[in-house]
C-alpha cells in the first residue's frame, strides 16, 4: 500500500510540476544542477549512430552541466515537394523545446520536426501532433511510414535491414489539409535529459507524467509558432491509444488548449484486455488469428470476419466462461479454433484453444520452420531456432524496418533540415521501455477513462480509430468491444473504427494508407 501510495504521489507530483510550473525557453540559458550534476553514458539500443551520450540515460559517476547535452539551436529550412497534381512548398523545423520544473531547472529538451504549409492563415489552418508509442517509440514511423512530406516504403524490398534508406516524395502526405508537428518523448529520437536528477528523470517514465509532459510541450510549441487559435488535433499509434487520450484530457483541463479530434493508430486502450486472467484477451484476439488462417488462401476483409466476431461474442465466450472445468466445453471450444485457424488439433486441445500472441505466431506454421510477425502476421520469417522448447524469435514485420528507418531519420535531419544533435538517435529505445512505469495497485493502465472524461466535456470533439486485420499486437476487436460501450453521447456521429488489410501498421499497404488518410482528411476538414 505504501509503495503505490509513493508512485501515485510521484506521478501526481510531476502532473502538477510540468502542468503548473513548467516553462519552456529557447534563448535564455537556465540555471546548472549542483555541481555532482552526472553525464550521460552510451545506451545500448538496437538502432542509434555514433557512440556519443544517449539522449535518453545519464548515469552516475562524473561532474557536468545540462548545457554540455543541450542540443542546437531550432533550424528551420524551406522546403518543396512535387506531388502528382500539385506541389507543396513548406517550412520545415527541426529543433527542440526546453522543459523546467518550478524552479527553474531544466528537466528535458524534447524534439520535435514540424511542417508548416506556405502561404496558409494560421488562425484557420489545422495543425494535428504525432507521436508514436512504445512505450520508447520514436515518431519516424509515422512521419516517414505515413503522414510526413516523404515516406520510406514499409513493404516488399523496403521490408529488410538492407533496404535503401532513401526518402520518396510522399503523395499520401496529410500536409495537404493540415500543419505537422512530430513529437519524440524523452528518452526517443533525439530527445534527452539534461537534469540529472534521477527522480525527475524516472517521472517522465510513468503514465500521466509522460502524458502531461507531452501536453505541455504540445501547448508551448503553439505558443511559440503563434498557433492557439488554430484547430488543433492529436494523433498517437499502439502505446499512443493510453497516450493520447489522456494527453487530450491533460490539454483541456490542465493546458488550456481544447483539440477538436482524437486520431489513434493500431491502439491498445485497456491493458487489462491482453493480460492476466482476463478472458476479454481470447476474444478480443479469436477474429486477428482467424483472418491470418483466411489470409492464405486470399484477399481478406473485415466483412469476411462477421461470422467469427459473432462466435467470439457468442458461443466462444459462453464457453470461455464455463472453464476448463467443463471438459466438453473445453473441447468444443479448442476444437472450434483450430478449425478457424487452421492450427493442429493436438495442440490446440494441449492449450485450451486459449492461445496467447507468441504461442499462436510459433504455431501457425511451425511444421515448416517459420514465425508469424507480431506486428503483421501475413509477415512470415523463420525461426532461427525451430527445434528450442523456447520463444526465442523477433518480429519478421517489424524488426528489418529498424536499419533502414533510423538512417532516413538521421539522414532527413542532418542534411535536409540542416540540424546535427550529438549522441545517438534512438528509433526505439529498450531502456526506455524497461524503465517504464505503468503503475500499481488495483487498477491497471487504461485510457478508457479519458476517452470517456474528453468526449463527455466537448461535445464537438472527434475520435477515429484505425486498425490493420493481421496486428497481433492491438487487435482491432479489442477496440471494437471498447467503443461498443461507450455512452450514447459518444455514438457514431462522433466516434468511428475503420479496418484495413494489414498490420500494426497497415498503412505501408498503399490502399489501406490512401483510404485512412481520406477518413483523417474528412474529420480534420
Request: proline share 7%; net charge neutral; aromatic share 8%.
Amino acid at each position: 500500500m505504501a509503495n503505490s501510495f509513493a508512485t501515485r504521489l510521484a506521478a501526481a507530483l510531476l502532473v502538477a510540476c510540468l502542468a503548473t510550473a513548467a516553462r519552456a525557453d529557447d534563448e535564455t540559458p537556465q540555471p546548472s544542477p549542483s555541481p555532482s550534476a552526472q553525464a550521460p553514458s552510451g545506451q545500448k539500443g538496437r538502432a542509434g549512430r555514433g557512440e556519443g551520450a544517449s539522449p535518453g540515460a545519464n548515469a552516475a559517476g562524473s561532474g557536468s552541466t545540462p548545457e554540455q547535452h543541450r542540443l542546437p539551436p531550432d533550424s528551420t529550412t524551406k522546403q518543396s515537394v512535387a506531388l502528382p497534381g500539385r506541389t507543396l512548398n513548406f517550412s520545415a523545423t527541426a529543433g527542440s523545446i526546453r522543459v523546467f520544473d518550478d524552479k527553474g531547472e531544466a528537466l528535458a529538451d524534447v524534439a520535435y520536426t514540424s511542417y508548416q504549409l506556405d502561404g496558409a492563415e494560421k488562425a484557420s489552418r489545422p495543425v494535428t501532433f504525432l507521436f508514436n508509442g512504445g512505450p520508447g517509440s520514436a515518431s519516424a514511423w509515422l512521419q516517414f511510414g505515413n503522414v510526413g512530406p516523404w515516406r520510406l516504403p514499409f513493404d516488399g524490398d523496403g521490408a529488410v535491414s538492407s533496404a535503401s534508406p532513401e526518402l520518396q516524395p510522399n503523395a499520401d502526405t496529410w500536409l495537404d489539409f493540415t500543419d505537422l508537428v512530430f513529437i519524440d518523448p524523452v528518452g526517443t529520437g533525439d530527445s534527452r535529459f539534461v537534469t540529472t536528477s534521477e527522480e525527475a528523470r524516472k517521472r517522465f517514465f510513468t503514465v500521466d507524467g509522460d502524458a502531461s509532459s507531452i501536453a505541455l510541450v504540445i501547448r508551448r510549441w503553439l505558443e511559440k509558432y503563434d498557433r492557439l487559435t488554430s484547430p488543433k488535433f492529436v494523433t498517437g499509434e499502439s502505446y499512443g491509444g493510453i497516450r493520447g487520450p489522456k494527453v487530450v484530457r491533460n490539454l483541456q483541463m490542465q493546458q488550456g488548449v481544447g483539440p477538436r479530434g482524437l486520431i489513434l493508430i493500431s491502439p491498445v486502450l485497456d491493458f487489462r484486455d491482453y493480460t492476466g486472467s482476463s478472458l476479454l484477451q481470447y476474444v478480443a484476439s479469436l477474429p486477428r488469428h482467424r483472418r491470418h488462417g483466411r489470409q492464405a488462401k486470399g484477399p481478406v476483409t473485415r466483412e469476411n470476419l462477421a461470422d467469427v466476431e459473432a462466435y467470439a461474442r457468442g458461443d466462444f465466450l459462453l464457453d470461455l466462461v464455463k472453464g476448463q472445468a467443463d471438459t466438453e466445453a473445453t473441447t468444443r471450444l479448442a476444437d472450434k479454433v483450430a478449425g478457424l485457424t487452421g492450427i493442429d488439433q493436438a495442440v490446440s486441445r494441449r492449450l485450451a484453444g486459449r492461445f496467447d500472441i507468441g504461442e499462436f505466431r510459433r504455431e501457425f506454421d511451425r511444421k515448416n520452420g517459420k514465425v508469424t510477425g507480431r506486428y503483421d502476421a501475413s509477415v512470415e520469417g523463420f525461426d532461427p531456432y525451430p527445434d528450442s522448447s523456447y520463444f526465442r524469435f523477433n518480429d519478421p514485420s517489424g524488426d528489418p524496418l529498424m536499419a533502414p528507418l533510423t538512417s532516413a531519420a538521421v539522414d532527413l535531419t542532418t542534411r535536409r533540415l540542416n540540424w546535427r544533435p550529438d549522441g545517438s538517435y534512438q528509433l526505439l529505445s529498450e531502456n526506455v521501455n524497461k524503465a517504464w512505469e505503468f503503475g500499481h495497485g488495483i487498477n491497471p493502465t487504461e485510457s478508457v477513462t479519458q476517452l470517456r472524461q474528453m468526449l463527455a466535456l466537448d461535445p464537438k470533439l472527434k475520435l477515429l480509430i484505425g486498425h490493420g486485420l493481421f496486428d497481433l499486437a492491438t487487435p482491432y476487436f479489442a477496440s471494437k468491444i471498447i467503443l461498443d460501450q461507450l455512452p450514447a453521447f459518444a455514438g457514431p456521429s462522433r466516434t468511428k473504427l475503420v479496418v484495413y488489410p494489414g498490420g500494426h501498421m497497415f498503412y505501408s499497404r498503399d490502399s489501406s494508407r490512401q483510404a485512412f488518410r481520406k477518413e483523417v482528411e474528412a474529420l480534420v476538414k
